[in-house]
């Protein structure tokens, strides 16, 4: 028998009819993404009335009314005759999917909500999953409520990576949340636009920045290499649990020796685990390693509002040498990353921004070196995501997002911060 059972499967359409543009062609931030896989976020709820199907199913379509691209479809085209990536807003198909289903599991029995095999079927998005070059009859939202066998539930919501990022995701979220609540959305209503059309640079400029900003390594012409290598072992994952007596003792050691150093939680933490993916990957000390933060770009460059829909992140780079980041400690790393946030400003945003988007127009002579990411944030509301029937009580995300290197930071219920590592299966075993 099926851990999870699928007992229906539908597409919701927008709760009424509006005027909106028929189609979107897609900024730079979002063809940064088109490669991007679905992203997939499954929260936990500890119980949940008779009617939640009905309840969630009502107030999405209401919600699908402000953030109607999520009932999109996605075009994909050469970048040069076509769009590289077009949002059509006028198919016949302009909904979301929405599954109900049941598992005998009781949330107990996944301890932490570690992501599994098992949690990707609380978020099922098609076998096979969609990918580029993207499907038309593709949804671009897909949303699940499964009851557990304990009276708890989860809340699965996969969603296009062009058509949106964590920013707008929790906006969604939210937004949602609120409706199904009290009716009515409460939050800023997004801005939809697209606009965004980025910075031409010349050939130099491209080049300079892939080498300084973004840690790129000058590949002869006749090594054509990919832009990052892909992974060639089988990856695994950590957890780590951080309450406020944890986060505040991390805080303190991060600013020792410093009169003037204090450090956000998510720059603490960010310090903590680049430090310890460095060391468990096992680079010489004069391997330049580098952590990219994906930095929301509302409100660093002007023609960006804060409500702004869509993708609006940007990678910001913090660079040492591994042999530093061993031996200076976590005061060191959390300088780094610290002084690296204060530095992107907007006129660095939109030039890294225009770089990273030539760098993956391949084939290019440039290679990116080793590097960490945080791919989330603590700083994201979670707790927001309350439907009528309590707050979030675990969350997790799909294994089909795993890569060397990469950390995740949420929020947990105690008010701490549940951190993720992945790495190679080998490294992990040298991870503390």
Same mark, same amino acid.
């Given at each position: 028998m099926e851990e999870v059972a699928i007992v229906s499967s539908e597409f919701v359409t927008p709760a009424n009819a509006f005027d909106h543009p028929p189609k979107f062609e897609l900024s730079t931030f979002d063809r940064l993404m088109g490669y991007a896989g679905y992203q997939k976020r499954i929260l936990f709820y500890r119980s949940a009335p008779e009617n939640v199907e009905d309840l969630l199913k009502s107030s999405l379509a209401e919600v699908l009314v402000p953030f109607y691209p999520f009932a999109s479809r996605m075009r994909a085209g050469d970048g040069v005759s076509t769009p590289a990536l077009e949002l059509d807003c006028s198919s016949v198909d302009f909904s979301a999917k929405f599954t109900v289903a049941t598992t005998k599991k009781s949330l107990a029995q996944l301890g932490f909500f570690e992501p599994c095999e098992f949690c990707d079927t609380l978020c099922q998005i098609g076998s096979p999953p969609p990918a580029y070059p993207w499907k038309i009859e593709d949804p671009l939202l897909f949303v699940q409520i499964t009851r557990f066998g304990c009276g708890g539930v989860s809340l699965g919501v996969g969603f296009s990576h062009q058509v949106a990022d964590g920013v707008s995701f929790w906006h969604f979220m939210t937004s949602w949340a609120e409706i199904a609540r009290t009716g009515q959305m409460i939050s800023p209503p997004p801005v939809?636009?697209?606009?965004?059309?980025? &910075?031409?640079?010349?050939?130099?400029?491209? #080049?300079?920045?892939?080498?300084?900003?973004?840690?790129?390594?000058? *590949?002869?012409?006749?090594?054509? #290499?990919? &832009?990052?290598?892909?992974?060639?072992?089988?990856?695994?994952?950590?957890?780590? =649990?951080?309450?406020?007596?944890?986060?505040?003792? &991390?805080?303190?050691?991060?600013?020792?020796?410093?009169?003037?150093? =204090?450090?956000?939680?998510? *720059?603490?933490?960010?310090?903590?685990?680049?430090?310890?993916?460095?060391?468990?990957q096992g680079f010489p000390d004069s391997q330049t390693v580098r952590f990219f933060v994906l930095a929301s770009c509302r409100g660093r460059i002007a023609s960006i509002p804060t409500s702004y829909f869509g993708n609006a992140i940007c990678g910001l780079s913090a660079i040492a040498s591994a042999g530093d980041l061993k031996n200076r400690g976590l005061p060191f790393a959390a300088r780094t990353i610290h002084d690296a946030i204060q530095a992107f400003d907007g006129a660095r945003a939109e030039s890294a921004l225009s770089t990273i988007l030539w760098m993956m127009q391949a084939p290019r002579p440039v290679r990116v070196t080793p590097f960490g990411q945080s791919v989330s944030s603590n700083q994201h509301p979670v707790e927001k995501s309350e439907f009528g029937f309590g707050k979030p009580c675990g969350i997790t995300f799909g294994t089909n997002d795993l890569h060397e290197g990469k950390i995740y930071l949420f929020p947990s219920s105690d008010g701490g911060v549940v951190v993720t590592v992945v790495l190679k299966e080998e490294n992990m075993k040298r991870m503390i």
């Open positions: 939809i636009s697209y606009n965004y059309k980025g &910075l031409e640079l010349s050939e130099e400029e491209h #080049m300079r920045n892939a080498v300084g900003y973004w840690g790129a390594e000058i *590949v002869p012409s006749a090594e054509k #290499m990919p &832009l990052v290598v892909p992974n060639s072992s089988p990856l695994a994952t950590r957890q780590y =649990r951080f309450d406020r007596s944890a986060i505040a003792e &991390l805080k303190s050691r991060a600013a020792a020796g410093s009169s003037d150093a =204090r450090f956000s939680t998510y *720059v603490a933490l960010c310090a903590e685990f680049w430090q310890r993916t460095v060391i468990a």
